[in-house]
């Protein structure tokens, strides 16, 4: 049976507390939506900001929304060197010992202690996905992308919830690099 799953390209983007939104954007501020993403719930928000590193800054970086229990920078690694942030990759969430970063908005700014990170690259599975491909979650997956750069993604994190749709988050390095796409397909192939 072959194990084929949509790929979704995640370009540079924020998740932020309710606490770090209220002092970019002013007190009681909600994000507003712009889009839906892939997964349930989840969705671009209007709103952007600035991130601000030693050597050099990005504006209108997408909010990513719901608010979070942590905030969180996700940038590429092409990114993190062109900005002066050393981030290392991490699965998305473990921020312990990360450099930080500012963020400015139109009503503030924010200095990020920790969280800025290259994410490790995954694949969302509904349990029900999960247990039809008997894979668990935090396994480690071989990914095959086809096409005229295809590549074999190795270690590719299984994460696994009632609340997941099926779909593989690669950055802009990994996608450019293997000619992917969003909305592209792969075959996990171990």
Known sequence: MNKIVP??????HIHLTQEHIEILFGAGYQL???KPLSQPG???ANETVAVIGSKGQFDKVRILGPARPASQLEISSTDSFAI?????????GSIEGTPGITVKGPAGEVELKEGVIVAARHIHFH?????????KDKQLLKVRVGGERGVVFENVIARVSDSFALDMHIDTDEANAAGVKNGDSAEIVD
């Open 32 to 34: 507003t939506e712009f």
């Open 84 to 92: 002066g942030v050393k981030a290392p990759v991490r699965e998305s």
């Open 127 to 135: 349990t029900s996905d999960a247990a039809k491909w008997d894979i």
């Open 42 to 44: 989840q969705f671009a």
């Open 7 to 12: 790929v979704g390209v995640s370009a540079r």
